[in-house]
Structure formats: C-alpha cells, structure tokens
C-alpha cells in the first residue's frame, strides 16, 4: 500500500471557523491532489500540485488554499468554513510517469460543517 | 478532459463474470483509458488502465473497442468484495506540469449471492 495518510480523519466544526486538512506522504511522488466527495457528484478535484510550491486549480477551487513547502505535505485550507463544504475529502499521490498517472488515494477526512 | 458515459448501476451474481461497459466517443488519440474502483467508506483504487490494446492484471481485464469510443472492464469471477463503485477515466499523457483525473458519477456494481 502507498504510504498516504490524511489527518484528521473526522472533524466537526462550525460555520465561519477555519480548516486545514493534512495529506502527508512518504513515497516522494511529485503529484498530489485534493478530491472532494458528494453525493451524485462522484470525485471533483479541487487543487493539485505537481511539486513543491507549484499548485494549480480543480474544478471546485472557490473557498479553498493549498500550500505544498515540502514534497511530503499537502495541505488544504478552508479559510472560513460553510456548509455546502460538508464533505468528504480525499488526497491522493501520482506516482511515475511510466505508469501513465495512476494514483493512490488515501483514506478520507469526513468534514461537517455546522 | 473527454467525457465518459457509464451505467448507473449493475447487478451480478457471485462466480459469475460481469461486463462493465464505458463510452467514450470523443476521446483523443493520446488519451489514457483509466478504472478505478471504490469500496464502502474507502478511497479509489486503480484497477487497470490502456491505450489501445487489450489489457489483463491480476484484478480486472479491460477490453478497448478498435475504434477506442469504448472500453469494457472485465471481473472474471465476482465476488462480494467486488461489490463497488467502478469509475471509468480519460487521461492525457504527462505534460510535464500537471497530471489529473475527473471522475463521473461510475457504476454501482452490486453482486449477490
């Protein structure tokens, strides 16, 4: 299995709080990537990185930062929480480019915004 | 990124084979076809992935249409812990700068008994 894991796992918070969620790897892939799960919506991406410092925009980027100092960490903030950011969020890492992008995911952060 | 059409749901009896179907008509010359699968309360998995020829791993088989506006991924023998979401994904190739994937709303495979 990929070493990915993502903390915290569960958080409950409240309306108009700030958020960070941590997805820490120790594979040195360059690739990371932020998804977000709802229902009927499947995985929408939401910020990626393809190295230290560099990130660019998903699909659902409104209300979201990211920040990647170190190869190993990509964080995702949620400057003031709302609830249509009730989710579940999910990290994963790219691994080489001989494997034509393949990707593992981590567990999931289950976010409840009240 | 091109677009993928799959069916909402599928149902399968344990042992036996399943044929998971995915269009995709206006894919590209260069693009990747990637499944991923995703089991109750887990992230997704990679299953398999090809270009243009036929593929078999150890979990799946994937069948490219010659025309590659289709794909099918094939379980040969269900099981109960095949039951999941199955996600059928174009991909370009690295550019160098980025790689990502989009998700669609996949098939919920349910196997039974």
């Known amino acids: 299995d990929a070493g990915i894991t993502q903390s915290p796992r569960h958080k409950v918070t409240e309306t108009g709080t700030p958020v960070t969620l941590r997805c820490h790897q120790t594979e040195n892939h360059r690739y990371m990537y932020w998804y977000r799960q709802d229902p009927g919506h499947g995985l929408r991406l939401i910020h990626y990185s393809y190295g230290v410092k560099d990130t660019d925009k998903g699909e659902v980027s409104d209300g979201y930062s990211v920040s990647r100092s170190k190869t190993e960490d990509f964080l995702l903030t949620l400057e003031s929480a709302t609830s249509s950011q009730t989710s579940v969020y999910f990290c994963?890492?790219?691994?080489?480019?001989?494997?034509?992008?393949?990707?593992?995911f981590g567990e999931g952060s289950r976010l409840t915004v009240l | 990124d091109a677009k993928t059409t799959q069916p909402n749901s599928m149902e399968s009896n344990e042992e036996e084979p399943v044929h998971l179907p995915c269009n995709h008509s206006t894919i590209s010359g260069t693009d990747y076809i990637h499944w991923y699968r995703q089991l109750p309360s887990q992230g997704p998995e990679y299953v398999i992935h090809?270009?243009?020829s036929n593929v078999n791993n150890r979990m799946a088989s994937l069948a490219i249409a010659e025309d590659r506006k289709s794909s099918t991924l094939i379980l040969h023998r269900a099981t109960l812990r095949d039951a999941a979401v199955y996600y059928c994904i174009l991909r370009e190739p690295h550019t160098g700068t980025a790689s990502k994937l989009t998700f669609g709303t996949g098939t919920r495979l349910q196997v039974t008994l």
């Open positions: 090809g270009l243009t």
């Open positions: 994963a890492i790219g691994t080489s480019l001989a494997k034509a992008g393949e990707l593992f």
